[in-house]
């Protein structure tokens, strides 16, 4: 679709106006009935260089080799040809039905269709903190590129980049030309069930696929297929599952067991694979592990792996387990000592804190920055029961103590509703581009921004926050 501008020549304000009538409305949760849209919105796209969106689009070919060498070594370590700790953590606190769903031979090879980092913005370039293989956003960014493609503004990814994205990925992972896909959103994923469904309805639009949001109760099992009952009752057979729902979940999710069985017996395609170890931020300790350097090179490549171990933030596994006396914990250190006893990090002041800790996955609490802790925010006092929590939960939930960065500080524009006027507020940036994994690589749909005021440590989607998709501008950041 080429973008081209409904009506031309418009001031700021008038571009922001028609935005907010243009967004849909209930893509995400409102607090106020009387406003249609939970997030500031900018006149126009954030603007990357294009040496940003270059980087940004070689990240996402080293993301996807990461998720397939951790994958391997994953697999090499179950069998004991790599070192049985790299199976031992990312198997850390999961039930032994999760460790046998992982280990399935059905799904070996099987990595995440879609692959979402978070990017931070910081004066030294970008720092991934977080990767996320089922990600909200999808439909979200997708209806916003549109709108802002109204105005005769091409997103970075193109405005039909999402959906389009989506669609080849389906495709590609099932084999089928225009395949009939479920896209099974559980209760606890239940936010993300209006954007879902916005984006079905932008790919039937494009004439790429028969895709449905549903519930889990209304998939339907027989000994040859997966079927969906669709709201007039009739019944589809699929071709693919896309699992919008989080293993810690699994027990809660009706009718998973046939989901499960219909996947690993070649009747439906189910991404992401049900593969709990790609879902580990303790992956980012393996990555930056001495030991395990040789063979991450040989499984990646000696370029990706630098680049990788330059992006991945340094991330230590808080393992609660006593060290030798003449040992040390690889590459950490306390006031300038090297730390043998995570207790050394108790007595730290404020300024010697750059940490974060965060449950590792298999968790309610290990997504939308829900068990986050940011060490310089706390109190000594806080500090120390957050380092005591996270090591006395190591037996059922692993976390990791990681480096914590500060965004670059930008200046954003937005329009003031209150004031009915473009105002500007000083702001950090979060990038979240969205790859696709298609034909053995992967490709860019989008990349969604979300600016925050420079008061709030962690960024996210809040109603002070501006979010909207990347342009490239030759003077962008």
């Given at each position: 679709?080429p973008?081209?501008?409904i009506?031309?020549?418009?001031?700021?304000?008038?571009?922001?106006h028609?935005l907010?009538?243009?967004?849909?409305?209930g893509?995400?949760?409102?607090?106020?009935?009387?406003?249609r849209?939970?997030?500031?919105?900018?006149?126009?796209p954030f603007?990357?260089?294009?040496?940003s969106?270059?980087?940004?689009?070689?990240?996402?070919?080293d993301?996807?080799?990461?998720?397939r060498?951790?994958?391997?070594?994953?697999?090499?370590?179950?069998?004991?040809?790599?070192?049985?700790?790299?199976?031992?953590?990312?198997?850390?606190?999961?039930p032994?039905?999760?460790?046998?769903?992982?280990?399935?031979?059905?799904?070996?090879?099987?990595?995440?269709?879609?692959?979402?980092?978070?990017l931070?913005?910081?004066?030294?370039?970008?720092?991934?903190?977080?990767?996320?293989?089922?990600?909200?956003?999808?439909?979200?960014?997708g209806?916003?590129?549109?709108?802002?493609?109204?105005?005769?503004?091409e997103?970075?990814?193109?405005?039909?980049?999402?959906?389009?994205?989506?669609?080849?990925?389906?495709?590609?992972?099932?084999?089928?030309?225009?395949p009939?896909?479920?896209?099974?959103?559980s209760?606890?994923s239940?936010?993300?069930?209006?954007?879902?469904?916005?984006?079905?309805?932008?790919?039937?639009?494009l004439?790429?696929?028969?895709?449905?949001v549903?519930?889990?109760q209304?998939?339907?099992?027989?000994?040859e297929?997966?079927?969906?009952r669709?709201?007039?009752?009739?019944?589809e057979?699929?071709d693919?599952l896309y699992?919008?729902?989080?293993?810690?979940?699994?027990?809660?999710?009706?009718?998973?067991e046939?989901?499960?069985?219909?996947a690993?017996?070649?009747?439906?395609?189910?991404?992401?694979?049900?593969?709990?170890?790609?879902?580990?931020?303790?992956?980012?300790?393996?990555?930056h592990?001495?030991?395990?350097?040789?063979?991450?090179?040989?499984?990646?490549?000696?370029?990706?792996?630098?680049?990788?171990?330059?992006?991945?933030?340094?991330?230590?596994?808080?393992?609660?387990?006593?060290?030798?006396?003449?040992?040390?914990?690889?590459?950490?250190?306390?006031?300038?000592?090297?730390?043998?006893?995570w207790?050394?990090?108790?007595?730290?002041?404020?300024s010697?804190?750059?940490?974060?800790?965060k449950?590792?996955?298999?968790?309610?609490?290990?997504?939308?920055?829900?068990?986050?802790?940011?060490?310089?925010?706390?109190?000594?006092?806080?500090?120390?029961?957050?380092?005591?929590?996270?090591?006395?939960?190591?037996?059922?939930?692993?976390?990791?103590?990681?480096?914590?960065?500060?965004g670059?500080?930008?200046?954003?524009?937005?329009f003031d509703?209150?004031?009915?006027?473009?105002?500007?507020?000083?702001?950090?940036?979060?990038l979240?581009?969205y790859?696709?994994?298609?034909n053995?690589?992967?490709?860019?749909?989008?990349?969604?921004a979300?600016?925050?005021?420079?008061?709030?440590?962690?960024?996210?989607?809040?109603?002070?926050?501006?979010?909207s998709?990347?342009?490239?501008?030759?003077?962008g950041?």
């Amino acid at each position: 679709m080429p973008c081209t501008a409904i009506q031309p020549n418009l001031t700021a304000r008038e571009q922001a106006h028609v935005l907010y009538e243009t967004i849909p409305a209930g893509l995400f949760r409102v607090e106020d009935e009387h406003e249609r849209i939970a997030w500031r919105i900018s006149p126009e796209p954030f603007p990357l260089s294009p040496a940003s969106a270059q980087h940004i689009e070689q990240i996402g070919s080293d993301l996807l080799a990461f998720y397939r060498s951790l994958n391997a070594l994953y697999i090499r370590s179950a069998r004991g040809t790599a070192p049985a700790f790299i199976a031992g953590y990312l198997d850390q606190g999961k039930p032994d039905y999760i460790v046998r769903l992982t280990r399935q031979n059905r799904f070996r090879h099987d990595v995440p269709g879609v692959i979402r980092p978070d990017l931070l913005l910081t004066e030294d370039g970008l720092v991934a903190t977080e990767l996320d293989s089922i990600p909200g956003g999808l439909g979200f960014v997708g209806a916003m590129a549109e709108a802002y493609c109204k105005l005769g503004i091409e997103p970075l990814g193109g405005a039909e980049g999402m959906p389009r994205a989506f669609a080849e990925m389906l495709r590609d992972a099932c084999g089928v030309e225009n395949p009939t896909v479920a896209i099974v959103v559980s209760e606890e994923s239940g936010d993300y069930r209006a954007e879902m469904r916005w984006l079905a309805e932008a790919i039937a639009r494009l004439g790429l696929g028969n895709v449905h949001v549903c519930a889990p109760q209304h998939i339907i099992f027989s000994e040859e297929a997966l079927f969906m009952r669709l709201e007039d009752g009739r019944e589809e057979k699929l071709d693919v599952l896309y699992r919008n729902f989080e293993l810690f979940d699994l027990l809660n999710i009706p009718k998973h067991e046939l989901m499960l069985y219909a996947a690993r017996h070649h009747h439906v395609k189910m991404t992401p694979p049900p593969k709990a170890h790609l879902e580990e931020k303790l992956a980012f300790a393996l990555l930056h592990h001495a030991g395990l350097a040789k063979l991450w090179r040989e499984e990646m490549g000696a370029e990706a792996f630098d680049r990788m171990r330059a992006l991945l933030p340094r991330t230590w596994v808080l393992d609660p387990r006593p060290l030798p006396p003449q040992a040390a914990i690889d590459g950490l250190t306390a006031a300038g000592v090297p730390v043998n006893d995570w207790k050394q990090l108790l007595n730290l002041g404020k300024s010697e804190r750059a940490f974060v800790t965060k449950p590792s996955g298999f968790s309610e609490l290990a997504w939308g920055s829900r068990g986050v802790k940011i060490a310089n925010d706390l109190t000594k006092e806080e500090w120390a029961q957050a380092i005591d929590a996270a090591l006395a939960s190591f037996e059922k939930t692993p976390h990791v103590l990681q480096r914590w960065y500060k965004g670059k500080r930008l200046r954003q524009p937005y329009f003031d509703r209150t004031k009915d006027a473009i105002a500007q507020f000083d702001g950090r940036v979060r990038l979240c581009p969205y790859y696709f994994v298609v034909n053995d690589g992967v490709k860019l749909g989008g990349v969604l921004a979300t600016v925050a005021p420079v008061d709030k440590h962690l960024i996210h989607g809040m109603k002070d926050a501006v979010m909207s998709p990347c342009i490239v501008k030759e003077d962008g950041y």
